[in-house]
């Protein structure tokens, strides 16, 4: 599902009315050096917050989760941007005292997909038994699976993330149903069938920030057909390799300085090389050989039974879940 999107809209509007005071710095003097309009915060029905400020008279720039405004969460959505995006626009044009004004060019702009990217989250949800299950994986993969060129992943609480501090991409996986329980959803939605899927889900999430859109040519959302963020994602994940079942061909072996080639060796046997070399040459070495998409740091434990990379490569071969039948239903999903 597309998750958060922040992008610069074609739209008429009154400026004065999307500030929310003035963010100013003083000289020693006390006269101005410069001031900045703060950005308005806008509720959506489920009390959902949205970024909204003014770039000029027909432009502004909005920030947050379009479905989780529109639907109250974001437990599943809809794949398709240019959908969301139109849905969520006429939505926020409704609302009194923003000033919007939008042109019969501005909607349509908005329905062709003509506008710009700045940053784009897609995720996929796999089902597992439980939450247990969900964390137990997550876990796992932490331990065995390197992103080609980023090494590891790296945990900020229940999260792994990879490329966490990139300013172009990064990949994380959590479950979805210990967020929900930090993060309740509101009275309305307090639906069981709610709680199930998210219990059972693993979510994996590919985020997209303006570098990478731009030179990928993707940070004009015409270029978004409904299949193709599910298509990103699913490119991003595939770069994954499992590391205790991963070893270089002959072919890349060769590549290798005799040094490294060695340091490999060891490591492959199951030797720690952080207490075997000195530290620069450790860090060196783990730098040069992350570029082949080896992290040193992750120590072979080569007694033990590789036992949780088949669940993992059968997880991630499995299709995303779906948007269940129950939840158009009970007007769970906005589109």
């Not at 529109?70 to 794949?79: K, P």
């Not at 699976?145 to 090494?151: D, Y």
Request: charged content about 30%.
């Amino acid at each position: 599902m597309i998750d958060w999107v922040s992008a610069v809209l074609p739209c008429k509007h009154s400026p004065e009315l999307l500030q929310d005071g003035v963010t100013a710095c003083l000289n020693a003097d006390g006269s101005e050096r410069w001031h900045v309009f703060n950005p308005k915060m806008v509720e959506g029905t489920y009390s959902d917050k949205i970024l909204i400020k003014s770039m000029s008279p027909n432009f502004i720039y909005v920030s947050g989760n379009p479905a989780k405004w529109l639907q109250g969460h974001n437990v599943f959505g809809t794949d398709d941007l240019i959908l969301l995006v139109k849905r969520f626009f006429y939505s926020l044009c409704q609302i009194e005292g923003l000033g919007l004004d939008p042109t019969f060019e501005n909607y349509k702009a908005i329905y062709d997909g003509d506008y710009c990217l700045k940053r784009i989250d897609i995720n996929g949800t796999w089902f597992l038994k439980d939450k247990a299950e969900v964390m137990a994986w997550i876990r796992s993969a932490g331990d065995k699976t390197v992103l080609a060129r980023r090494g590891r992943g790296v945990f900020a609480g229940d999260t792994l993330y990879y490329g966490k501090n990139s300013r172009r991409w990064s990949l994380k996986m959590y479950s979805k149903g210990h967020e929900l329980q930090k993060r309740k959803l509101s009275k309305e939605l307090d639906i069981p069938e709610l709680q199930d899927f998210a219990d059972k889900a693993l979510r994996i999430e590919l985020t997209l920030r303006s570098l990478e859109l731009k030179e990928r040519g993707l940070h004009f959302a015409q270029r978004w057909t409904p299949d193709f963020a599910i298509m990103l994602l699913m490119e991003a994940i595939g770069k994954l390799e499992m590391s205790n079942n991963f070893s270089l061909n002959d072919d890349k072996l060769a590549l290798l300085k005799p040094r490294l080639r060695l340091a490999y060796k060891a490591w492959l046997r199951g030797d720690d090389l952080r207490q075997d070399l000195p530290k620069m040459t450790y860090y060196r070495y783990r730098k040069e050989l992350l570029e082949f998409g080896i992290d040193i740091a992750n120590v072979q434990d080569v007694d033990k039974p590789i036992d949780n990379v088949v669940p993992l490569v059968r997880v991630l071969e499995a299709l995303p879940a779906s948007i269940p039948d129950w939840a158009y239903e009970k007007k769970l999903v906005v589109c």
